[in-house]
């Protein structure tokens, strides 16, 4: 009786290539993916390297053919030229700008979210139609409303006020379809808990539905804020007078037909901005977050 022996197959011996491979793949490509993004960077900021050397520069130096990477003798009297113009007050603008930046967003948010929290939870028959009047507005061109809502104002007595500037503008369209997708994935336990506790709609609203949708507010916020501080058309026609003027106004006053004052515009443009980039570095980790809660999908 013959024994047979099975054969050992001898296994080939394991290689740490592949994983090499892709370790060498992963470090390339993070490492292109790093210099893509600081080429990106350096792109983005070149506008502002612009914005910041002529607003240190004297005309001459903007306009002329030589150009110097930064002025040779810096023009930090620019400061005081834009601040001591009497023809143009733009310390009263940048104060006019932040009181209508900031009551159009307070209002936008609050007339908005209880539109979309109402259009989203309570229960009415012709909602949907509601709703698709809302969208309705959205295709509706601004320069049709723009001579009727003039003469409404200017009827109320409102041109060269606040309430000129900020009133007629405190209802989106836009925005309250964002509340409204955002506010039909919020969770409807947190709700009926409340109202087992006796809160109605008001009281489910303040008190719960807010508190737990602060990302999105202050997203939604961040959106109208710069909005509000940009607009230009508006107040150009509703501020008449210098005193009631925004930033945006008085910088168009130092560019007309006759004359172009470049190193007050870039001064005046350098000056405007910070507290747009003071608000979006605030609150930019919930501008992408409070998007994407709304349920809308690209």
Known sequence: MTTTIPKVR???????TPSRVRRGGGVMSSTGLYIATGVAALLFLIPFYILVRNA??????ITGENW????????WGNI??????ETVPFAQTLWNSAVVATLHTVGVLLVCSLAGYGLARIPYKHANKVFYAVLGTLMVPTAVT???SFVLVSSLGWVDTYRGLIIPGLFSGFTCFLFRQYFLGFPKELEEAARMDGLGYWGAYWRVVVPNSLNFFAAMAT????????AFLWPLVIGQDPSSWTVQVALSSYMTNQTVVFHMIFMATAISILPLVFVFLFLQRWLVQGIAQTGIKG
């Open 68 to 75: 110097k990477f930064f002025p040779t003798d810096i023009q």
């Open 146 to 148: 723009f001579v009727p």
């Open 56 to 61: 240190l520069s004297t005309d001459a130096e």
């Open 10 to 16: 001898k296994s080939a011996p394991r290689s740490d």
């Open 223 to 230: 959106i109208t804020f710069i909005a509000g501080w940009n």
């Open 80 to 85: 005081s030229e834009l601040f001591g113009d």
